[in-house]
């Protein structure tokens, strides 16, 4: 992917970090130091607040990574080729070839994503409830709601989100034409996406806070799937 710089090769796949993923990373750690922990977790040094969030992104962003391999795995699994996974501004995306991939591969492929998410949000919880540190209590109540989130996000029925990739799999199999299972899956996506942008929109007029996020996730959302068919 343009713009991206190669970190390492693991299980033959190159892992790349897009520039945009520097943006994210400062405004997120910033975010959760000066006002998500402190409201959570009040009466902490400063010093101790931006070193939660700083382990917090980078955390983030390994589940990220670990979602993504797991659809990389599915896919080598089944004989797919994949050449790269980018971390990019709104997540992860692998680079997968998906010329003549059968409709039951793409829908294991794209369900893998979600389910490791929340086996990683189980995981989180199960740590942040029997912990009895502060520090990473902190760091796992965020994270287990963001694993969740992630999973629940990516199982909207609207490409190219995994939901929409496990729909369009539905449809293609039913179909018998991929080109018509594509235009419906995206039609799915364009919507959804256009319901985050008038959500975040509404949440920015009414002075709610993560308006902005949802108007640039589903401007990229609506642009990445009109790209995508």
């Known amino acids: 992917m343009r713009g991206a710089t190669k970190l390492f090769r693991v299980f033959g796949i190159d892992v790349q970090l897009h520039f945009s993923w520097w943006f994210v990373f400062a405004l997120l750690a910033w975010s959760l130091s000066t006002s998500f922990f402190p409201i959570y977790f009040p009466g902490l040094e400063n010093k101790t607040y931006w070193i939660m969030g700083i382990i917090s992104v980078l955390l983030l962003f390994t589940s990220v990574l670990l979602h993504e391999l797991s659809h990389s795995l599915v896919a080598k699994a089944k004989k797919v080729k994949v050449e790269s996974i980018t971390l990019f501004f709104f997540g992860g995306v692998a680079s997968i070839d998906d010329e003549d991939l059968k409709p039951g591969a793409e829908f294991l492929m794209a369900i893998a994503g ?15 409830s029997l912990n009895g540190n502060i520090f990473w209590t902190a760091i796992t109540f965020y994270l ?11 199982l909207v029925p609207g490409y190219p989100l995994d939901g929409g990739r496990a729909f369009r799999a539905i449809l293609y199999a039913y179909y018998k034409d991929i080109k018509k299972a594509t235009r419906i899956s995206v039609l799915g996506g364009r919507t959804f996406a256009i319901f985050l942008i008038l959500f975040g929109l509404i949440s920015i007029g009414s002075g709610s806070g993560g308006g902005l996020w949802l108007v640039f996730l589903g401007g990229f959302l609506y642009f990445i799937a009109g790209r995508s068919y």
């Open 114 to 128: 979600p389910l490791f998410s929340l086996l990683l949000f189980g995981i989180f919880y199960l740590i942040y």
């Open 144 to 154: 287990y709601q963001l694993n969740l989130i992630l999973a629940l996000f990516n």
